[in-house]
T-cell receptor, first 115, second 115 residues
Framework: GNSVTQMEGPVTLSEEAFLTINCTYT??????LFWYVQYPGEGLQLLLK?????DKGSNKGFEATYRKETTSFHLEKGSVQVSDSAVYFC??????????????FGKGTKLSVIP | DADVTQTPRNRITKTGKRIMLECSQT?????MYWYRQDPGLGLRLIYY???????NKGEISDGYSVSRQAQAKFSLSLESAIPNQTALYFC??????????????FGPGTRLTVL
């Protein structure tokens, strides 16, 4: 079955530091890849996505590139802010049959950014 | 107004009680989902529905049931709550027409505590 593995947290960074959160996946076919973010006390929000190899998703200064050869979708940001403190989830979506797409989530990585 | 709403937002109940969590959406999406979130485990799919007449079990459906009363409403029931069902529950929706991208939109969550 499909699975997503992301780096364990928590991750604590100083403001303006560079962020990388690693994500690798296992899938039987050719999935779409996502990063979701969960701010404290809120539900998950889509941060960015990529649907094919070498696509780069980007949003709010975050980027991730779909690497089929390494089955990876690492999240990066050049300069984090305190407001980026949240839990980040990597996920994939693949057709499990008859157009039935389901998301498979990683366990989440908690990021804390300190001033 | 929020596109995906959940009621109640917080609930404390006792072992053996029947509990219903409700989800409503104004996005006009066909697909609706129920997840639970536990610390360190990420999100796990309980049930999903692709339309009013299509209900499917997810990864962890035991102890839960659902009802899709209308396109916009999807309820999750715990017939006899037990303490290990204490968790954060999320409803999500997605648009059938999106196909493989299957971007899901999440509600704010319901924090359920079973004593």
């Amino acid at each position: 079955g499909n699975s997503v593995t992301q780096m364990e947290g928590p991750v604590t960074l100083s403001e303006e530091a560079f962020l990388t959160i690693n994500c690798t996946y296992t899938a039987t076919g050719y999935p779409s890849l996502f990063w979701y973010v969960q701010y404290p006390g809120e539900g998950l929000q889509l941060l960015l996505k990529a649907t094919k190899a070498d696509d780069k998703g980007s949003n709010k200064g975050f980027e991730a590139t779909y690497r089929k050869e390494t089955t990876s979708f690492h999240l990066e940001k050049g300069s984090v802010q305190v407001s980026d403190s949240a839990v980040y989830f990597c996920a994939l979506s693949e057709d499990s049959g008859a157009g039935s797409y389901q998301l498979t989530f990683g366990k989440g990585t908690k990021l804390s950014v300190i001033p | 107004d929020a596109d995906v709403t959940q009621t109640p937002r917080n609930r404390i109940t006792k072992t053996g009680k029947r509990i219903m969590l409700e989800c409503s959406q104004t996005k006009g999406h066909d697909r609706m989902y129920w997840y639970r979130q536990d610390p360190g485990l990420g999100l796990r799919l309980i049930y999903y529905s692709f339309d009013v007449k299509d209900i499917n079990k997810g990864e962890i459906s035991d102890g839960y049931s659902v009802s899709r009363q209308a396109q916009a409403k999807f309820s999750l029931s715990l017939e006899s709550a037990i303490p290990n069902q204490t968790a954060l529950y999320f409803c999500a929706t997605s648009d059938l027409r999106q196909g493989s991208t299957d971007t899901q939109y999440f509600g704010p969550g319901t924090r359920l505590t079973v004593l």
